[in-house]
C-alpha cells in the first residue's frame, strides 16, 4: 500500500466505528501560552478534556500536523541521524470524549493493526502501566485483563511511569497509557534475541507504533493529581513509522513518504542516497525532514524570524542548509526547489501548502540566500581567528560566537578546526550555550499558579458582541509570575471583554466588586477561555461583579478593525488575487496589516487604495454579520485565513457581498460611514515575499491629516515660501549639495598642504619610517586622504595620525604591505589591542590600513606613542 492509502484506511476504519473525521489543526498554536507549536495530537482537544468546552462530537477521528522541536519533546538534534525521529511527523489518533473507554480503544487498535493492516501478531508486544506508589498510583489491571483477551500473557509487559504514564507538560491532562510495539528484525535475529527484552530499549527495530491513552487526571502546579469531569480516550499513532512497518522498510526515510523529496534532492546535488550512516545521507535524511516541516508552518502563518516559534523554524531551516553546504557541497540555495514536490505529495490531505506556494517558496529561497552569506562570513570569521591565533586552540567563547551570529554548530567548527589541526575547547562552549540559555528561560519562563475555583459553574459565555457591561461572578483566578512581576488571571461567568484574537488587541476596563474596583489590564485567550488580566484580586472573590469594558478604546479599535478588512479587498483588487493576510495588529490607535506581495507598493498604488477604501467608507455600507456553516460560508466567498483553526459554525462579516467577505471572530462598526477617514501611514518590507502597511482610521486619521498639515505650514514658514515649498526645497538641497562641493575641495586643498608640511618629520627607527601625528581635518575621511597621499610618499612606513573631529577621536593607521608580510603586523589587531582600549572605541579595516573612533579625544597623544613603542 501507498502512504497515502494507509492513511486513509486509518480514516474509513474509525468512521466505520461511528468517529466523524475531522481536519488538523495549525501547525501554529494561537491561543495556548504554554505551547508554541501543535506537537500532540491532543492539543486542538485540550479544552474537551478540561471540561472547558463540550465536544460537538463524541468520537473523532485525525491525522494531525505536529512538531516536536522545543520544550519537552525536543527531537532536533536526532533528526537525520537515526531513521526514525523527525521534526514534523503526522499523528494519527481516534478520540473518544467522555464516550467509550479502554475497552473500545485496546480492541480496535488491535483489530486495525492485525486484521486490517495485517500486521502478524507475533511481532507485536503491548505495555500496560505498572503503577507507582510514589503518587498512589495502582496498576492498570483494567487495561492488563482486556489485553489478554486479544494477545498472549507473556506478550504483555509491564512499564514503569516515564513509559506508561503520559503527560504532555508540567501541567495538564494526564493518565496511565497502553502502548504497542512492533519487532521489525528479520526472523533470523528474532530467534537470536527475544523481542520482548528489546522493547521501550532504544532499538531501531523495536518501536513503539500506537499508544492507548487514558486521560483520566489532571496535573496540577503542585504535581498532585486532580480527576478529570470525565473519562477520555487519547491515542496516536505515528503515520511515518506504521508506512515504514506496512512498506516493510528498515528506515522511515525508505518509504513513500519520504522517497519522493530524496530522489528530488539526488537530481539537485547530482548525489546518490546510500542509506547508510555518512554524513552525506544524514544531509539526505535531514533535508527530506526539515522540508516538510519548514513548508507546513510557514503555510499555516509562521514567518522565521529571530525570536519565538519564528526562531524555531529558522534554526531548523538552517540546520539543513548547513547539512547540505558541508556534507553535499552544495553552496546554492536547495530547499525552495522541493516545496512543490511537498505541496503535490500532501494536496488531497494538507491543500494549504499547493494553495500557497510561490509566497512559500519564496519565503525559504530568501532564509536560504541570506544564511549562506552568513555561513561564508562565518568561515572567513573561523579562518582569521585561526591565523591570528597564538596557540592551536579555538576557545569556547569563540566556537559559541560562530554558533550565535554564524549559525556553525558545534560539530561544523569542530570539523573545520581539526582540518587545520586545531582543538576546541568544548566545555567553554557548552558553559556559554547554557548561559544563553538561562537567559531565555529567565526572559520567558511563565509561573502559573493553579486555578483557584470559586465558583462550581462551568460555564463561560462571551456577550461582547451585543454588550460592553454585564452583571457577572468570578469563576476562577489564579496567579501567574514573569520577569519578576506578579499578575492574577480571573475567568468570569459571562464577560464582555474581547480576548486578543485575530490580530485584535484585548479589552481593558474595570470589573466591580461592589466597592472594591479591579483595573482589567488586558484579556486573552486560552484555549477557549477568556482569560482578564489584573494586577491585584478582589477582597471578595465570591461577591457580585459588573464587568465594565473601556467604551472609547473598544470602539476606536473596532474601527480599525473594520478598516482592516475594506483594506483587505482593495490591496487584492489593485494589486492582485495572490494578496493574502499574512499577520495583523490592530488597536485604538492604529492598524497594522501584513500581506503576501513580491515588491513593493508604489506610491500610485497605495493612492488607489486609499481611494478605494475611502469611498467604501463614504457609500456608509451597512456591516453584515452572519453565523453559516463553515462550508455554506466559503460558498459565500468569503476569506478564510490560512493557519486559523475554524468551528463548523463561523462568523462571517459581509461589507457589500461583491466587495468584502470574510471568516471573523472581531469587533466591528455597524456601518463604515463610523470610519470617517482612512490614511496609510507607511509601507515596508517585512520578510521575503511580505509587506507591511499601517494605516489610522476615524479620529487617528484626522489627528495624523492635522499633523502633517502643521509639520508643512511649519516648513513653508521656514522656508518663506508659503506658495511653491518643493520648489523651495529644491533649491535648497541643491544649493548644499554646491557648497558641499566646494568645502571637499577646500578639505582636500587642506590635506594636500598638511601632507606636504608633514613628509619632511618622518623619523628612522629600526629601519623603518614612522610617521605619527594629531592633526587638524574636518571629518575621517580627511584622515584616510591624508594617509593614502603620504603612504605613497614614504616608502617602508608605518604612520598614524589621530584627531579630534567633532569632540569625538578618530584615528588612522597605515602599514607599508611590505612590513605586513615580513613583521606580521596587521592594522585591525594593533587597532583592536593597542588603540581601542585608549580612546574608549573600536575600529578595523584592512591588513595594512585601518580607522578608529572613540570617546576620549585627550588621549591622542598616548595613541601615536603606542604605536610607536611597536617600532622601538
Known sequence: MTASEIRQQF????????????????????NDPTLMFTNAGMNQFKDYFLGNKVAAHKRVADTQKCLRVSGKHNDLEEVGIDTYHHTMFEM??????????????????????????????????VTVFEGDASENLPKDEEAYGFWKAHIAEDRILLGNKKDNFWEMGDTGPCGPC??????????????????????????????EIWNNVFMQFNRQKDKSLVPLPAKHVDTGMGFERLVRVLQGKSSNYDTDVFSGTIQATEKLTSRQYKGTDEKSDVAFRVIADHIRAISFTIADGQLPSNTGAGYVIRRILRRAVRYYFSFLDNKKPLLHELVPVIAAQFSHVFPELQQQVDFVKKVIYEEENNFLRTLESGIRRIEDFMKSASSKAIDGSTAFELYDTYGFPYDLTSLIAAENKFSVDEEGFQAAMQQQKDRSRAATELDMGDWITVDETPDSVFIGYEQLESNTRLLKYRSVKAKGKEQYQLVLGQTPFYAESGGQ??????????????????????????????DKLPANPAAPVKAVVAKDKRSNTAR????????????????????AQKGSLVNAESLRFDFSHFAKVTDEELAQIEQIVNDKIRENIPVVIKELPKEEALQLGAM???????????????????????????????????????????????????????????????QFVNEQLQQLKDIKGALKSPKEPVKAVEALISDKASLEKQVEALELEKVR????S????????????????????????????????????????????????????????????????AKGWEAPKIIKERIAPLIKGGGGGQKSFATAGGQETDKLDQVVAAVKGLLL
Open 505 to 534: 488587541v484585548g479589552d481593558t476596563g474595570v470589573l466591580h466588586f461592589g466597592d472594591d474596583i479591579i483595573h482589567i489590564t488586558d484579556t486573552k485567550k486560552e484555549n477557549n477561555l477568556t482569560i482578564h488580566f489584573a
Open 640 to 702: 478564510a485565513l490560512f493557519g486559523e483553526k475554524y468551528g463548523d459554525v463561523v462568523r462571517v462579516v459581509i461589507m457589500d457581498p461583491a466587495y468584502s467577505v470574510e471568516l471573523c471572530g472581531g469587533t466591528h462598526v455597524g456601518a463604515t460611514g463610523e470610519l470617517g477617514l482612512f490614511k496609510f501611514v507607511s509601507e515596508g518590507a517585512v520578510a521575503a515575499g511580505v509587506r507591511r502597511v499601517e494605516a489610522v482610521t476615524g479620529a487617528q486619521a484626522l
Open 178 to 207: 497502553s502502548e504497542i510495539h512492533v519487532d521489525c528484525r528479520p526472523d533470523a535475529e528474532r530467534q537470536k534475541i527475544d523481542g520482548r527484552t528489546l522493547v521501550n530499549a532504544d532499538n531501531p527495530q523495536v518501536i
Open 758 to 821: 608633514l613628509r619632511s618629520q618622518a623619523q628612522q627607527i629600526n629601519g623603518i619610517n614612522f610617521l605619527g601625528q594629531i592633526v587638524e581635518v574636518g571629518n575621517a575621511e580627511g584622515l584616510r586622504q591624508l594617509s593614502f597621499q603620504l603612504k605613497t610618499e614614504i616608502p617602508d612606513h608605518v604612520l598614524v595620525f589621530a584627531a579630534n573631529i567633532g569632540g569625538k577621536a578618530s584615528v588612522a593607521l597605515t602599514i607599508d604591505e611590505k612590513l605586513v608580510a
Open 753 to 756: 598642504q598638511l601632507a606636504a
Open 11 to 30: 480514516l474509513d476504519f474509525f468512521a466505520s466505528k461511528g468517529h466523524q473525521i475531522v481536519p488538523s489543526a495549525p501547525i501554529v498554536i494561537k
Open 560 to 579: 480599525h478593525h473594520s478598516a482592516t478588512h475594506l483594506l483587505h479587498a482593495a490591496l487584492r483588487q489593485v494589486l492582485g488575487t495572490h494578496v
Open 92 to 125: 494519527l489518533g481516534n478520540w473518544s470524549f467522555g464516550d467509550y473507554f479502554k475497552k473500545e480503544a485496546i480492541a480496535w487498535s488491535w483489530e486495525l493493526l492485525t486484521e486490517v493492516y495485517k500486521i502478524p501478531v507475533d511481532r507485536l508486544y
